[in-house]
């Protein structure tokens, strides 16, 4: 797990071929290793991605095909920036929101401009996962935890101030760029809850039914 507080920005050393699927060499930035080990997990993008090696200053990950068909990663390209984070600890605190770095979809920012000294985007979300996203609710974006300005469809709004414009790769967003998008986990939740209720053969949700499953204190 994650909370989308990036800790660094990486750079990419190479993309090697592998049987089809693809290694990546990542220098890690100021992310700092001292505390990584072999089977670590680090999330590039939003991905959650096994180490394989690492040194003092940058990593390697291996991506599958699934992956790199359902995400961002199989487009990048040598010296490509990408943001960093290490998985969480039961001692870190949860500044963001808790991110698992399995990315429901990819999104394209059909949008960009300036409000004071932020930037706001505008993004696109496939339609399948566009359901999930809710105004005021948390999204992950580039494994960024970010609030959801408001929502018109399956297009959402973000506002980005300048301290996270400049630590992430954010500030390199242009109109059809793709971006890594992870739903809140509470929303998955949710809509299994819902599910269930649906099959037990009511639709209605109350305050008792809320209670029951938690979302409410009694």
């Known amino acids: ?44 993008n939003g991905v959650c991605l096994t180490v394989i090696a690492f040194d003092n200053q940058h990593f390697e ?22 943001n960093l984070e290490k998985a969480l600890t039961l001692s870190a605190r949860l500044g963001g ?7 429901d979809g990819l999104g394209a920012v059909v949008q960009r401009y300036d409000d004071g000294r932020s930037v706001r985007f505008h993004i696109k979300a496939p339609d399948h996962i566009a359901h999930y996203i809710a105004a005021k609710g948390s999204i992950t974006v580039d494994g960024v935890s970010l609030t959801v ?9 973000i506002n980005i101030v ?5 630590e992430t790769i954010i500030k390199y967003y242009r109109v059809g760029s793709k971006v890594n998008l992870e739903v809140d986990v509470i ?32």
């Not at 190479?14 to 670590?40: T, Y």
């Not at 300005?149 to 709004?157: A, R, Y």
């Open 149 to 157: 300005n408001k929502v018109e469809g399956s297009i959402f709004e």
């Open 61 to 82: 990950a291996d991506v599958s095909n699934e992956t790199l068909s359902l995400t961002s990663l199989g487009g990048l390209s040598s010296g490509a920036n990408v």
């Open 187 to 218: 929303a998955r939740y949710l809509e299994r809850l819902l599910g269930a209720e649906k099959t037990r053969g009511s639709t209605d949700i109350t305050k008792t039914f809320l209670a029951e499953n938690g979302f409410l204190s009694r």
């Open 1 to 44: 797990m994650f909370t989308g507080i990036i800790q660094s920005l990486g750079t990419i050393q190479s993309l090697q071929a592998q049987g089809g699927d693809v290694r990546l060499s990542i220098n890690s930035g100021k992310l700092g290793m001292a505390d990584v080990g072999l089977g670590d997990s680090i999330a590039v």
């Open 97 to 103: 929101h808790l991110v698992s770095g399995h990315v």
């Open 162 to 166: 300048p301290h996270t414009i400049e």
